[in-house]
T-cell receptor, first 113, second 110 residues
Framework: DGGITQSPKYLFRKEGQNVTLSCEQN?????MYWYRQDPGQGLRLIYY???????QKGDIAEGYSVSREKKESFPLTVTSAQKNPTAFYLC????????????FGSGTRLTVV | GQQVMQIPQYQHVQEGEDFTTYCNSS?????IQWYKQRPGGHPVFLIQ?????EVKKQKRLTFQFGEAKKNSSLHITATQTTDVGTYFC??????????FGPGTSLSVIP
């Protein structure tokens, strides 16, 4: 079955550590996105990528970094510069620019301890 | 910048009652998308509306796109406990991504 796989499902990090969240898709979608969701809140865009080796900052990119070396993969690194990293992180992909809808992964819940 | 708003933020209904959430954009949209996120889950694409005044139905769910293509609504008839979750609308920006509304959280009391 085609879809998006995010791992791990739950992640605990000590303050001051960088951590990388994995996102892999086998839908052959060109575009991939990272969103952050805080409890009871909507979706805030962190980074997005339309093609391999290219990506753009979203609305809340500070303290995060990404890479897009392969079409299938779009990992997100939460750096120690992110002041409040505890959140639910969602990866999504789409055909083209998302005008036809997004497919989301099941998410990673990051907790800083 | 472009904004997408939704009302209400929360809605509690008795099972069997109807439910409606409204979505409003600050700019004209080429299309509107609706997603559902179950508690603890991830958003799932429900539908896309493209034409002005378009109405689409999925069983008990009715989706409308306004004539001016700046607003939309989702109506659920006779809610069930399986309808619990947060409903998001989303519309494409003039560039290369989609902007999501803040969502309406629906609770259904059995």
């Amino acid at each position: 079955d085609g879809g998006i796989t995010q791992s791990p499902k739950y992640l605990f990090r000590k303050e001051g550590q960088n951590v990388t969240l994995s996102c892999e898709q086998n839908l052959n979608h060109d575009a991939m996105y990272w969103y952050r969701q805080d409890p009871g809140q909507g979706l805030r865009l962190i980074y997005y990528s339309q093609i391999v080796n290219d990506f753009q900052k979203g609305d809340i990119a500070e303290g995060y970094s990404v890479s897009r070396e392969k079409k299938e993969s779009f990992p997100l690194t939460v750096t120690s510069a992110q002041k409040n990293p505890t959140a639910f992180y969602l990866c999504a992909s789409s055909i083209g620019t998302g005008r036809y809808g997004y497919t989301f992964g099941s998410g990673t819940r990051l907790t800083v301890v | 910048g472009q904004q997408v708003m939704q009302i209400p933020q929360y809605q509690h209904v008795q099972e069997g009652e109807d439910f409606t959430t409204y979505c409003n954009s600050s700019t004209t949209l080429s299309n509107i998308q609706w997603y559902k996120q179950r508690p603890g889950g991830h958003p799932v694409f429900l539908i896309q509306l493209v034409k002005s005044g378009e109405v689409k139905k999925q069983k008990r769910l009715t989706f409308q796109f306004g004539e001016a293509k700046k607003n939309s609504s989702l109506h659920i008839t006779a809610t069930q406990t399986t309808d619990v979750g947060t409903y998001f609308c989303a519309g494409p920006t003039s560039y290369d991504k989609v902007i999501f509304g803040p969502g309406t959280s629906l609770s259904v009391i059995p």
